[in-house]
């Protein structure tokens, strides 16, 4: 397969983080009934910005892609664009290109005229937009497909198809819903590192929406996690990874331990009887609390240099070890990913006995009765 390339627009120059405000989303809610789809949602999108909005079905994120583009009105708020109110305007008096999760092509309309659609229903002049075709399918790597039905094209390449007639018009802002999920895994991962090559390259203003936490950490500039219908937390993929603002974003981004615990103060905790240090946190005064950690953070060492733990089972994973131990000292369930060598030199077998090192700086502490997902 040929890697997506385009010409480098002036927009792709300038940081993302030194860009102006493309879009503005403030104060909106979206109703179905007595049915709160979204409420009180805020949120700033920079210029060339790629952002994607991730949670599990129902949590509301394709509504507000629908909201922004006018698709599903909402029942309160501002949505302002470069400036310009468009929250009361329809749909195609809104500067946007979209992608649907189903491509949505024409199935009676060769490749060209699908991708020609947008700049038919503008008029543009004859010349200029079988250049602009012929410009779009060099982009996305479909040059003599122009006259071949959706019928007779794979699935990535009808994606590629959709893509081009959502980029025929330049929009300042593109939205995808769930682009990739109809796709087979492996034309998913490539595909998706050319989407982000070319928004990258032609610095378009994209907003994905997925439930695939690991599509949205390759590819986002920006993440906004939601759940219920509200936002829990906006921030890079290291951010969201690293320092979760909450239980439901720790256990939604990537595998983690939940421990139960008991905070001591702002920076201490109580495992069992053991006592340990931990980053500071905001559970002081709490009877009990959540210790999250990730597998990866977890460290095993002898057994007199740590916590007691029995390992339970190993499995392997190519590049690591995923070892299930549980703790002796407070009889919970913990796993840990360690590299296969130092697996190797711990000599590890199910029934024995070794130390566990939970280090402070890999801890984030959440109220007991915080809700899982």
Known sequence: MTTLTAPVSSAAHATVADAGIHLEIAGLSKRFG????????????????FVCFLGPSGCGKTTLLRAIAGLAPQSAGR????????????????????????YALFPNLTVFDNVAYGLRNRRDDRHRMRERVAELLALVDLVGSE??????????QQQRVALARA???????LLLDEPLSALDARVRVHLRSQIKALQARLGVTTIMVTHDQE??????????????GVIEQ???????????ASAFVAEFIGSMNFLECCPEGTQRLRLGERRLDCTTHECAGLEHARLAIRPEAVELCRSDEGLSAQVEHIEFLGAFLRVSLTLEECHQALTA?????????LRLTPGMTLGVRLPAEAMRLFPSQEARP
Request: hydrophobic residues 40%.
């Open 167 to 173: 980029l025929a018009t330049e929009p300042g802002l």
């Open 147 to 156: 006259g071949k039905y959706p019928a007779a094209l794979s699935g990535g």
């Open 215 to 228: 599509e949205a950490l390759a590819m986002a500039d920006r993440i906004v996690v939601m759940n219920h």
């Open 337 to 345: 990913d360690i590299a296969v060598r130092d697996g190797e030199a």
């Open 34 to 49: 007595h049915f709160t789809a979204l409420q009180d949602i805020d949120l700033t999108i920079r210029e060339g910005e």
């Open 234 to 244: 906006v921030g890079t993929p290291a951010e969201i990874y690293r320092h979760p």
């Open 79 to 102: 949505i302002v664009q470069c400036g310009r109110d468009i929250s009361r305007l329809p749909p195609q008096a809104r500067d946007f290109g979209i992608v649907f999760q189903s």
